[in-house]
């Protein structure tokens, strides 16, 4: 059958499913394969007006760090966009594999496919959680839109700054044990250019409820700038 024709059978085998994403064959480029949406009811999550906090910041900046530190103070669900992706990836579904080679070159995922896994995520832990720590999220400044329009309004956002240098660095360390496809220099080279894209609009954007804080120091005082920012959504949540 024709790529043409596949599309077709595709679109009409969903019926009012949300739209596919189109994303491109890894080994062809065409835009011939689908990746297949689901539709959920985000009601349970825009009731509970929990807070939302997003955490940005280049490869490498830490915020996986932070986050561990952030949780075992505060108790918040920490969700991070890469691991979720990673876990699809393992769990060896059509839309895992359509992932790895887009986060073996380094670039962004379809906002669509990282906000159907953060939504499920999500949706799963409603019932019991304190708050979201979302880590490498918003990654573009149509994630973060699209996330407040069809989920709830973020409450903060943390901002970790690092140079590139502090950054490879760091990554070029954890490559010696973490086992990620890509903490290699080569695709670490690829990472910051696609951070360096894409991340200052959504910070822009953002100003009023960003807070950046300089991630070059050790964690423990990353932490303290950290917490000054948390007790204050804490006290007023
Ligand atoms: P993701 O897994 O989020 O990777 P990343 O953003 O590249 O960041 P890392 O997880 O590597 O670093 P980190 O900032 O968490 O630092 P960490 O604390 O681990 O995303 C991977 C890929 O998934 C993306 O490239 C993309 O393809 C895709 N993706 C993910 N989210 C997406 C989205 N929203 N949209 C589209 N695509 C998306 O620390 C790193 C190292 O440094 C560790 O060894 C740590 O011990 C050390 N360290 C940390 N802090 C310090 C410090 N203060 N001093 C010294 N060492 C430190
Ligand atoms: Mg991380």
């Not at 992706?85 to 670039?107: C, N, P, Y």
Request: with cysteine; aromatic share 6%.
């Amino acid at each position: 059958m024709r790529p043409r024709s596949l599309l077709l059978v595709s679109l009409l085998a969903l019926g009012s499913s949300p739209a596919p994403f189109f994303a491109p064959n890894p080994r062809t480029g065409q835009q011939a394969d689908t990746i297949e949406r689901k539709e959920y009811d985000l009601a349970p999550l825009k009731n509970a007006k929990l807070p939302i906090i997003w955490v940005l910041g280049g490869p490498g900046s830490g915020k996986g760090t932070q986050c561990d530190r952030i949780v075992q103070k505060y108790g918040f669900t920490h969700l991070s966009t890469g691991d979720l992706l990673r876990d699809e990836v393992k769990s060896g579904s059509k839309r895992g594999r359509q992932l790895t080679a887009i986060m073996e070159r380094g670039e962004l995922v379809p906002l669509e496919v990282v906000l159907d896994l953060l939504k499920e995520a999500m949706l799963q832990k409603v019932g019991t959680s304190k708050g979201f720590l979302i880590d490498g999220y918003p990654r573009e400044l149509s994630q973060g839109k699209t996330f407040e329009e069809q989920i709830s309004p973020c409450t903060l956002v943390l901002n970790f700054d690092a140079s590139p240098e502090t950054m490879t660095k760091r990554l070029l360390h954890r490559a010696q044990t973490s086992g990620r496809v890509d903490d290699n220099e080569e695709t670490i080279k690829k990472r910051l250019q696609t951070f360096l894209t894409h991340s200052k609009p959504v910070v822009e954007h953002y100003a009023d409820k960003c807070r950046t804080i300089s991630a070059e120091n050790d964690p423990d005082v990353i932490f303290n700038e950290v917490q000054q920012c948390l007790d204050k959504v804490v006290a007023s949540a």
